[in-house]
């Protein structure tokens, strides 16, 4: 401890806080820099993409589903109050496109997988395999951090488009329980409210969601140093780190959306 | 060969000076280490005293604060990256746990160095390589197993068995009879002495095993402190009427 520290301690949480955000700068932009230097790992991208997808599918499919279903159930009375139950598919629709979609599935893949990266590449680290990788003259930051963070960037924009779909179906589905509508006329009616201000941001919000999810994983694994106890606190932190930062995400992309 | 360190040709590796430090403590401290072509040269230490820091300088897992490291005729704290990896490819590492990559069988962490060093290597000619290299390591069936499946000597000598794939003309052991029971470690000498003899491979092998020193040492240096306190052979050293030095030989 320097002597900074103990004669300032009132400070000392910001100073760490900023160090934090220092070397995670330096981190990302180390991600940005290697992931246009060849060789592309298209193999192991792949091999993420699928894990990725693979993993998270059924739980993003459930809550999707389960968050349709809800939202239709509770907005119903309402609308129906001021005889207006006819905007229902077009409002579930823009909130789960704008908001529910991107976001909760975004929660549950940090929760998913950045969890699995931190704790994978934490594990890697207090073995030793990433420092084998280095000596070994295979730049571990290439092989296994770019492929991690770009198979996270492309896929959990996909989860968000399918748990889109899904909830919008599962809308349709409690629609049905009082009324009796086609669902040619359901997705009529639920689209035609949409507009592309309403499709473009959240498609790049998920792109962001998506970097975040693995960036975040992938920094918290590489900085475990010692004993295998720090591998499960460093998935913890991702976990909880991944978590604050879609939130935060999410609300500066809302207030330029506003903006505009 | 066996006694003294070759001086009249270029020694593969000529380290003067070596100093590094942790947190304001000294870990090593003025380190001058020659090792000649086909050497053994065994680190003898007490846990703590500096030995896995000496070796990770040499091949900058960690950067040495002052002093020089010259591997085959380059300094390695002066090249650029890619001249570093260059070099790093003809140097084997050989961890403390073997340090196998746990994602992949057996087969495939042997591959993948040579998947990224030798890419036009066909298909046939990578598996031969594998073939041989277990069989030199004994492990001839162990292709197919998880590393989660194998014990520590096995563990261990799959790891030196990857490092074998690249033909290093430099090895370096940290600690490979830790945690090993007598027999195993013999097995694992032995297998030192064997790469040495075959493929004249030089070797800096770190360790407290005294036995270990024994069988596979061409020369001892021992390391106090983060300091080279004493050199020469088993019979020399073991000769020593010092009381630290004798405390490692009864
Ligand atoms: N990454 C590190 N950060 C801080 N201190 C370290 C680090 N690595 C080693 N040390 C310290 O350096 C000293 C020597 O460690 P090491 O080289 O691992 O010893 P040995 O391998 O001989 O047992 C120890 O006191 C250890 O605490
Ligand atoms: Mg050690």
């Not at chain 1, 005889?83 to 909130?95: I, Q, Y």
């Not at chain 1, 475990?224 to 932190?237: D, R």
């Amino acid at each position: 401890m320097t002597t900074a520290d103990s004669s300032l301690p009132a400070w000392f949480p910001l100073k760490k806080a900023s160090q934090h955000a220092g070397e995670f700068s330096l981190f990302f932009f180390r991600f940005l820099k290697e992931a246009v230097r060849p060789p592309f790992e298209g193999r192991v991208f792949l091999q993420q993409c699928f894990k990725v997808g693979n993993k998270s599918l059924g739980l993003v499919a459930i809550t999707a589903f389960i968050m349709g279903l809800v939202l239709t159930l509770q907005t119903r009375p309402s609308l129906a109050g001021f005889g207006a139950e006819s905007l229902l598919p077009g409002m579930v629709c823009v909130s789960v496109i704008r908001e529910i979609g991107p976001v909760i599935t975004a929660v549950i893949c940090a929760g998913k997988i950045s969890s699995r990266i931190g704790a994978e590449l934490g594990s890697m680290k207090v073995t030793e395999q990433i420092d084998a990788m280095e000596v070994s003259a295979i730049n571990p930051f290439h092989y296994l951090v770019v492929t991690r963070v770009l198979a996270t960037t492309c896929m959990v924009p996909l989860l968000v488009i399918f748990a889109d779909a899904i909830s919008i179906f599962s809308s349709f589905l409690a629609y049905n329980i009082h009324g009796d509508i086609t669902i040619t006329r359901f997705f009529d009616m639920a689209l035609s409210k949409l507009e592309w201000i309403d499709i473009f941001p959240s498609i790049i919000k998920s792109i962001f969601f998506g970097t975040a999810i693995g960036i975040i994983g992938c920094y918290k694994g590489f900085r475990v140093a010692g004993g295998t106890a720090s591998v499960g606190t460093a998935a913890n932190a991702a976990v909880v780190t991944a978590s604050l930062v879609i939130f935060f995400i999410d609300m500066i992309v809302v207030q330029i959306t506003d903006i505009l | 060969m066996k006694m003294e360190p070759i001086e009249t040709v270029e020694p593969v590796v000529r380290i003067q000076g070596l100093n590094k430090t942790y947190n304001g403590q000294k870990v090593l401290n003025g380190v001058d280490l020659c090792i000649g072509k086909a050497e053994n040269v065994v680190v003898l230490g007490k846990s703590g005293s500096g030995k896995s820091t000496l070796i990770k300088c040499m091949v900058r897992l960690s950067e040495p604060d002052e002093g020089s490291i010259s591997i085959m005729g380059k300094d390695i704290v002066k090249i650029n990256y890619q001249e570093l990896n260059a070099l790093r490819v003809k140097i084997g590492f050989l961890f403390q746990n073997g340090a196998l990559y746990d994602s992949m069988n057996v087969h495939d962490n042997l591959a993948f160095p040579l998947r990224h060093h030798r890419k036009h290597l066909g298909k046939e000619k990578l598996n031969a390589m594998i073939s041989e290299v277990l069989e030199n390591v004994g492990l001839p069936e162990a292709g197919n197993k998880m590393p989660a499946e194998l014990s520590g000597g096995m563990s261990k000598r799959i790891g030196l068995a990857r490092t074998l794939m690249l033909k290093p003309s430099l090895m370096l052991y940290d600690e490979p009879t830790s945690g090993l029971d007598t027999a195993t470690s013999k097995e694992i000498n032995q297998l030192i002495l064997d790469m040495q003899r075959k493929y004249q491979i030089s070797s800096l092998i770190i360790t407290h095993d005294i036995a270990c020193a024994k069988m596979t040492a061409d020369r001892i240096v021992m390391l106090r402190d983060g300091a080279i306190v004493a050199a020469g052979t088993y019979d020399e050293l073991n000769k020593s009427n010092d009381e630290w030095i004798k405390s490692f030989f009864n």
